[in-house]
């Protein structure tokens, strides 16, 4: 079955940098485009970026346009973001999540991973 | 970028009961590009529908999706304990991707 397991979430001071990784199995992840989604704690959620299936293609949210980049490494099966210049608003429960097309961005996401914590304070 | 209202905020009911959740968007969704998610406490989001009314995998049927154009509605027929949650739509036919901010299902 589809997994998706984040990691590398912690606690980092305003201006610092994050990478969160994004293990994928189940699924031939090579095939798919995958997201980023965020959640700030007790809010709504927020899509953050996109990357098509060859790495050839990504498209961030203008909130974190410029400070974030999403990457991927087809060989390892993993999916990438690279945060830096955080703020206290990016703040919240950092989700991977599947795209169900290999090249479309505007999609829904059929899998979600469980997500990476990500607090940004001082 | 289009801006999706959903309607209760919050709606406290009891197992048996009818649900209807609105979501209404500020301009048209293309092609009905729209999906419906149901996230627990503590848990990730699931899809349940998308281009308004496809059945995700897993689906239960009491649940049911419509709407086309600007106004959308997820209907549950008879709430179940497990579906005591929050319920989100999101639209797909246009960037950015965009959510609504959420309906509440609490047990009366």
């Known amino acids: 079955q589809v997994q998706l397991v984040e990691s590398g979430g912690g606690v980092v001071q305003p201006g610092g940098s994050l990478r969160l990784s994004c293990s994928a199995s189940?699924?031939?992840?090579?095939?798919?485009?995958m997201h980023w989604v965020r959640q700030a704690p007790g809010k709504g959620l927020e899509w953050v970026a996109f990357i098509q299936y060859d790495g050839n293609n990504e498209s961030h949210a203008d909130p974190v346009k410029g400070r974030f980049t999403v990457s991927r490494d087809n060989s390892k099966n993993t999916l990438y973001l690279q945060m830096n210049g955080l703020r206290s608003e990016d703040t919240g429960f950092y989700y991977c999540?599947?795209?169900?097309?290999?090249?479309?961005?505007?999609?829904?996401?059929?899998?979600w991973g469980q997500g990476a914590l990500v607090t940004v304070s001082s | 970028e289009i801006v999706l209202t959903q309607s209760p905020g919050t709606l406290s009911l009891s197992p048996g009961e009818r649900v209807t959740l609105s979501c209404r968007a500020s301009?048209?969704?293309?092609?009905?590009?729209l999906a419906w998610y149901q996230q627990k406490s503590g848990q990730a989001p699931r899809l349940l529908f998308y281009g308004a009314f496809g059945r995700a995998t897993g689906t239960p049927d009491r649940f049911s999706g419509s709407g086309s154009g600007t106004d959308f509605t997820l209907t549950i027929s008879r709430l179940e304990p497990e579906d005591f949650a929050v319920y989100y739509c999101?639209?797909?036919?246009?960037?950015?991707?965009?959510f609504g901010g959420g309906t509440k299902v609490e047990i009366k």
């Open positions: 999101q639209q797909y036919g246009t960037s950015p991707l965009t």
């Open positions: 301009q048209t969704v293309s092609r009905n590009s």
């Open positions: 189940g699924f031939t992840f090579s095939y798919y485009g």
């Open positions: 999540a599947k795209g169900p097309t290999s090249q479309v961005p505007l999609t829904f996401f059929d899998f």
